[in-house]
């Protein structure tokens, strides 16, 4: 009865082989290309957003 509790530990599956150069530069200009999209997108999505430090019309500012 000793055998009927016993933690069933399954093996570790052995890690993948390390991505190769070609691979890696792949896998690189891929995810600059997604960083670039986004960064595009957010200037697409809120046209009209104004940075803290821009400098900003004085009738903007005064409300007139």
């Known amino acids: 009865m000793a055998g009927l509790f016993a933690?069933?530990?399954?093996t570790p599956e052995p890690p993948g082989a390390p991505?190769?150069?070609?691979?890696?530069?792949?896998m690189q200009d891929q995810s600059d290309k997604l960083r670039r999209r986004r960064g595009r997108a957010a200037t697409i999505l809120v046209p009209d957003?104004?940075?803290p430090?821009?400098?900003?019309?004085a009738a903007t500012v005064?409300?007139?």
Do not use: S
């Open 7 to 10: 933690p069933k530990i399954k």
């Open 49 to 51: 957003a104004v940075t």
């Open 19 to 26: 991505p190769t150069i070609d691979e890696a530069g792949r």
């Open 62 to 64: 005064l409300g007139g």
């Open 53 to 57: 430090g821009a400098p900003r019309p």
